[in-house]
C-alpha cells in the first residue's frame, strides 16, 4: 500500500477544515475568507492590495511507514513586471483567522527548494508515521499598484515529499 495525498484549506473564525482534493484549479486567490474557487470574481484583489491569506495543509491517509521531507514551491510563477507575488510560510506555521493585511511572509519559492520547506509537528525534519496533516502552508497574493485589472493566469504550485 501507499500513502493518498490530499489537499485540506482551513478557514473562518472557528477553523472549518475543506478537503480540495488532489489537482484542478481548487482555490482562488481573493479578498473573502472561504474555501471555494467559485466566488472569487465577487471578491477581487485590487491593484495595491493582498488577498486573504490561504492555509492549506497536506492531508496523508492510507498505509505507508513514514512520511517526511515536503517541500513546496511554485512550478509556474508569475513575472515580477506583473506586479503579483505569493508570499509563503511553512515552517512551523500555526493557524489564526485568515486577514488581508500583507503578513511580510517572503516569496514562494519557484524552484524545488532541495530540502524541506513545509513542517510536520512543528519541526522540518518531523514525519508522520500515520494518517495526519502537515502544518500550515501560508498563501498570500500581494499586488503592486502596477498590477493589471482582470484575471491573471493560473498558476501551478507543486508538493513533493519523501515516503517510506
Not at 11 to 25: D, F, I, K, P, R
Not at 45 to 60: D, P, W
Not at 83 to 110: C, E, H, I, M, R
Request: proline letters at 4%.
Amino acid at each position: 500500500m501507499s500513502a493518498t495525498f490530499a489537499w485540506a484549506q482551513s478557514n473562518g473564525a472557528g477553523q472549518t477544515v475543506t478537503e480540495l482534493g488532489t489537482s484542478g484549479n481548487l482555490f482562488n486567490f481573493k479578498t473573502n475568507d472561504s474555501a471555494t474557487a467559485a466566488d472569487y470574481s465577487s471578491n477581487p484583489i485590487t491593484a495595491g492590495n493582498s488577498s486573504m491569506e490561504v492555509y492549506l495543509r497536506a492531508k496523508f491517509t492510507g498505509t505507508f511507514n513514514k512520511i517526511d521531507n515536503i517541500q513546496f514551491w511554485l512550478s509556474t510563477a508569475f513575472s515580477p513586471a506583473t506586479g503579483l507575488q505569493v508570499t509563503f510560510k511553512g515552517n512551523g506555521a500555526s493557524y489564526s483567522t485568515p486577514a488581508t493585511a500583507d503578513n511580510g511572509n517572503p516569496n514562494v519559492p519557484t524552484s524545488d527548494p532541495g530540502t524541506a520547506n513545509v513542517s510536520i509537528g512543528g519541526a522540518l525534519t518531523g514525519s508522520l508515521v500515520a494518517s495526519g496533516y502537515s502544518d500550515y502552508i501560508v498563501l498570500q497574493l500581494d499586488t503592486t499598484t502596477s498590477a493589471a485589472p482582470g484575471d491573471t493566469s493560473l498558476a501551478t504550485f507543486t508538493l513533493q515529499y519523501d515516503e517510506q
